[in-house]
T-cell receptor, first 112, second 116 residues
Framework: GQQVMQIPQYQHVQEGEDFTTYCNSS?????IQWYKQRPGGHPVFLIQ?????EVKKQKRLTFQFGEAKKNSSLHITATQTTDVGTYFC????????????FGSGTKLNVKP | ETGVTQTPRHLVMGMTNKKSLKCEQH?????MYWYKQSAKKPLELMFV???????ENNSVPSRFSPECPNSSHLFLHLHTLQPEDSALYLC???????????????FGSGTQLSVL
């Protein structure tokens, strides 16, 4: 199936510092989704990016889709302890839109 | 969110036991999924049902048997599992619009399974 590489695996930051996680695919994507999973919780949808070069913002979160639609990033400005969790990107299968493949996730820890 | 409900939340079973995981969605969606999440691997897609028909079995061992009696309910029947099957099993649903882009997934809280 479709594979997507996500880095870094872990990130420890001091509260107030910025954070970025990256997803890379070897194939062109039709779209990409981002999810957040709090410790002990389940993944929750954050956003979907569709257009080449698209940038979307949600308060302190900025999502980007690469021009070639092969990579994406999630940037958090001035992290807070509430940002703690694992952030996943998810990409669709090339032939079956019902199938999503998830990146390995970036686990963010924020020290107060 | 309580749109997708999974039971039980925790399950401990022996390798010779037979058990079932249950998932129910109250969102009016027509696609349902089983994902496996273990410490060492990312979220692994196991099964996909769309309009109650299984559209994908991602090479899952036969000791896992899904059942989708209607668009709101999904089961995962377990038998003769192995210790390496211990993981968090997540159910999800989405609206399959048969369109160009994917609809977002709504996950349940998961069943934490331990196989002894």
């Amino acid at each position: 199936g479709q594979q997507v590489m996500q880095i870094p695996q872990y990130q420890h930051v001091q509260e107030g510092e910025d954070f970025t996680t990256y997803c890379n695919s070897s194939t062109t994507l039709s779209n990409i989704q981002w999810y957040k999973q709090r410790p002990g919780g389940h993944p929750v949808f954050l956003i979907q990016l569709v257009k080449s070069g698209e940038v979307k913002k949600q308060k302190r979160l900025t999502f980007q889709f690469g021009e070639a639609k092969k990579n994406s990033s999630l940037h958090i400005t001035a992290t807070q302890t509430t940002d703690v969790g694992t952030y996943f990107c998810a990409v669709p299968d090339l032939y079956n839109f019902n199938k999503f493949y998830f990146g390995s996730g970036t686990k963010l820890n924020v020290k107060p | 969110e309580t749109g997708v409900t999974q039971t039980p939340r925790h399950l401990v079973m022996g390798m010779t036991n037979k058990k079932s995981l249950k998932c129910e969605q109250h969102l009016g969606h027509n696609a349902m999924y089983w994902y496996k999440q273990s410490a060492k691997k990312p979220l692994e897609l196991m099964f996909v049902y769309s309009l109650e028909e299984r559209v994908e079995n991602n090479s899952v061992p036969s000791r896992f048997s899904p059942e989708c009696p209607n668009s709101s309910h999904l089961f995962l029947h377990l038998h003769t599992l192995q210790p390496e099957d211990s993981a968090l099993y997540l159910c999800a649903s989405s609206q399959d619009g048969q369109g160009q882009f994917n609809e977002k997934l709504f996950f349940g809280s998961g069943t934490q399974l331990s196989v002894l």
